[in-house]
């Protein structure tokens, strides 16, 4: 289970500083798949930062009782003066994981060949996101962190990609921040709205994009803090 208790946070704009989540507190329960819509700039980047721990809330606390993956397609877990190769040494030791079986997967999978044994600052982007999305399948995550992008390279490789989510997604569960209404349908139970810094659930997908596309046909609620 994953459990916000009371998150807030706040970022600076200029002069003023804007409320991204206000006191939120909700719960993300194993096996059902959940979706959170937002408009760009909602804040549902800083959302999935906070569950996954990259980014700290400036109030409030999280509870995490299972496994959970960072947003696939981050590569900001490695460390740039490490060879692939080691990068995945250091990860699965944080995970208690066989980083030789681990290694054999992400090397097979990821494509990179002899850029495994070269730093991961060489890489480009697209490299450095298949080393993280196929370390992630390799890990085996409880939750796993989507932000928009599930999978990256050319057409063949998505379609690598997309194959072996699906057999992660038959055992784990899925937390989805997007702003894509198809996205949310095809791959969640239930949705969520993020605006003007707090969630709101419905109890059907069906009713949450109904309400998105009302509430994207105003203007954004943005909050500040008072001074």
């Given at each position: 289970m994953i459990g916000l208790r009371h998150i807030t946070k706040i970022y600076k704009v200029g002069?003023?500083?804007?409320?991204?989540?206000?006191?939120v507190s909700c719960n993300f329960r194993q096996g059902i798949n959940v979706g959170i819509l937002g408009r760009n700039g909602a804040g549902k980047s800083t959302l999935m930062g906070i569950i996954g721990g990259k980014?700290?809330?400036?109030?409030?606390?999280?509870?995490?009782t299972s496994l959970?993956?960072?947003?696939?397609?981050?590569?900001?877990?490695?460390?740039?003066?490490?060879?692939?190769k080691e990068n995945l040494r250091f990860v699965s030791r944080i995970y208690n994981k066989d980083w030789k079986e681990i290694s054999e997967f992400v090397e097979d999978f990821s494509e990179l060949g002899a850029y495994m044994n070269q730093p991961v600052a060489t890489y480009s982007s697209g490299m450095k996101a298949k080393l993280a999305f196929?370390?992630?399948m390799a890990i085996g995550f409880d939750y796993y962190l989507i932000d928009e992008v599930t999978a990256v390279g050319d057409?063949?490789?998505?379609?690598k990609?997309?194959?072996?989510?699906?057999?992660?997604?038959?055992?784990?569960?899925?937390?989805?921040?997007?702003h894509s209404i198809n996205t949310i349908k095809s791959q969640c139970d239930i949705?969520?709205?993020?605006?003007?810094?707090?969630?709101?659930?419905?109890d059907t997908?069906?009713?949450?994009i109904k309400m998105y596309n009302d509430i994207c046909a105003k203007p954004p609620q943005i909050k500040f803090v008072l001074d």
């Open positions: 002069q003023r500083s804007r409320i991204i989540l206000d006191n980014i700290k809330p400036d109030s409030g606390r999280i509870v995490r959970i993956s960072w947003p696939l397609g981050f590569s900001g877990c490695f460390n740039g003066s490490l060879t692939g196929g370390l992630s057409a063949s490789f998505k379609n990609c997309n194959k072996i989510f699906q057999e992660r997604k038959s055992k784990a569960t899925l937390i989805i921040v997007s949705a969520g709205i993020l605006d003007g810094g707090s969630i709101t659930f419905y997908i069906s009713d949450a």
